[in-house]
């Protein structure tokens, strides 16, 4: 198996809170994320309140929609 690395331009500006990239290798894509919290639901039991939600089941965010896009 040959690896080969990435091209990867200096020039552009990397600012934020960036945890994921994506590119093309020859006829395919790839994907990489930091960490999976979007691709997954998760709640949390604080054992003094309401549970606390995470991942695809935090309110406000569309992550099933991002995991669709993602695969496509």
Do not use: R
């Not at 091209?7 to 960490?35: M, R, Y």
Request: no cysteine.
């Amino acid at each position: 198996m040959i690896i080969t690395a990435l091209p990867f331009d200096f020039t552009t500006k990397n600012e934020g809170n960036s945890q994921g990239l994506a590119g093309t290798i020859g006829k395919g894509k790839v994907v990489a994320f930091g960490n999976s919290n979007g691709f997954t639901a998760m709640l949390f039991d604080t054992e003094d309140g309401p549970k606390q939600a995470a991942g695809m089941n935090l309110e406000g965010y569309d992550w099933k929609q991002f995991v669709l896009n993602t695969l496509h």
